[in-house]
């Protein structure tokens, strides 16, 4: 790819294996809104980012040289080999082909840890806009102002040491529901540093599944969407409902029960689990598998 700067934008040329829709849209995160077709505004990294998408060539609206090679390139993964990836995935079998070609621009996004860890803890029975809601309630009472698009204000999403200062009947309030007292506990426990994220990257895999485990609220299933997403941990493989469907359809004759699922994900997708589940994932729940 090559970076270049224009007079009103910064463009990115030549880019491969890499689709904004599909990347924002695959349901790994929250933050963001559709402008037009391919063209979007992303809060993150205490910014807003007007990006869009032409074909193979990327426009940075609001942005800077300096920032979109050390904040949005690494943000979006752009700096990494997906064909390579894709290639280790369709020789390890023959029956992703169909999901990675149809899904084949998904990137898996570097966000912040904290972030997912309340977003996650969020997202249990909840549909995507009803998340989406919760998570800028939370950001407009508790973030600070980084900008405004269209006369509408956004905010950024709070620290742990802002958000801890949160009640029960505070993300009651913001419609969190049932997932109150788990926000409670999971803003205790990071400001307390019971659950560091450092200590978490440095854990081997499953030992930071377990251990970010210990925040009421979270399984394995929420547990490996923030280790996937918010640390990192590419072989981290969440397993919900759209992906017990679609592996049962490709990799099973009969019903199996989830840790076989987790343990058959493991063995056979190694460290490429998450790139394999998001593909797997966003085929499944758009084609509506049953």
């Known amino acids: 790819m090559r970076i270049i700067a224009d ?23 929250f933050r963001y809104e559709c402008i037009s077709d391919n063209e979007y505004l992303v809060i993150a990294k205490n910014r807003t980012l ?23 390139c690494p943000y979006f993964d752009l700096n990494r080999d997906y064909g390579t990836i894709k290639k280790w995935l369709n020789e390890r079998d023959n029956l992703i082909g169909e999901a990675i070609e149809q899904k084949s621009g998904v990137r898996i996004l570097n966000q912040e840890f904290f972030e ?47 958000l801890s200062k949160a009640t029960e009947q505070d993300f009651l309030d913001m419609k969190a529901g049932f997932r109150a007292k788990y926000l409670v506990d999971a803003c205790k426990k990071v ?66 029960k989830k840790d076989e699922m987790q343990a058959f994900a493991k063995e056979h997708f190694g460290e490429y689990g998450g790139y394999a589940q998001q593909y797997l994932f966003y085929y499944a729940r ?4 049953k």
């Open 7 to 29: 007079k009103t934008c910064i463009v990115i040329e030549e880019i491969e294996h890499f689709d904004l829709k599909q990347t924002l849209e695959c349901g790994q995160c």
């Open 50 to 72: 007007h990006i869009k998408q032409e074909d193979n060539i990327l426009f940075f609206y609001n942005s800077t040289m300096e920032e979109v090679q050390s904040i949005w």
């Open 116 to 162: 997912m860890l309340i977003t996650f803890i969020i997202s249990q029975n909840k549909q995507i806009p009803h998340i989406m809601q919760i998570v800028e309630r939370i950001s407009e009472r508790f973030g600070e102002y980084i900008g405004e698009w269209n006369g509408k204000k956004y905010y950024s999403f709070p620290t742990p040491e802002v």
């Open 191 to 256: 400001v307390s540093q019971e659950l560091c994220e450092n200590e978490l990257r440095q854990m081997n895999y499953g030992e930071a599944l377990e251990k970010i485990q210990i925040v009421k609220g979270i399984g394995e299933k929420v547990g490996n969407c923030i280790l996937l997403f918010g640390l990192g941990r590419r072989e981290a493989f969440p397993i919900d409902v759209w992906m017990i469907r679609i592996l049962e359809r490709l990799y099973f004759d009969e019903p199996v």
């Open 286 to 289: 758009d084609n509506r598998v």
